[in-house]
């Protein structure tokens, strides 16, 4: 398996291109690789989005970003992104990245990773509960549900 390396400034193409080809498979609207290069020079360069990328060239990557939180003194995690290539999948490599979040959540201090994950993609849900991510918080019953608005 390849190894895993935190994506900079200079990979901002990279990132986009992997982002691009992730919402272009699941028919999902994308700005275009122009577009989203643009912003991520801008968000590599800070502290609150760390991108993680696997391969050489790279073939899958992880897009993570870092908020405060009033209930912990580290930031929270969101898993934004985790994308592996069709031809790459079955290796272990999502288990591999999703491993590398947690532990940079872990080095901030963080003790929490969140993740937003779609009702019919079945898999993903799977793949996330087998690694130990439930859709209830911690100490409640009743599931969470992730509600958003656009304007």
Known sequence: MGEIRRA???DAETVAALLHDFNTEFETATPGVGVLTTRLR???A???LVALLHGDPPDALAVVSFRPNAWSDAPVALLDELYVRPDRRGQRIGHALLAAVEALAAERGGRLVEVNV????VDARRFYAAHGYRHVEPGAAEP???YAKEW
């Open 8 to 10: 900079w400034v200079p």
């Open 42 to 44: 801008t968000l590599l």
């Open 46 to 48: 800070g502290p609150d």
């Open 118 to 121: 779609d009702g019919e993609d």
């Open 144 to 146: 969470s549900y992730y």
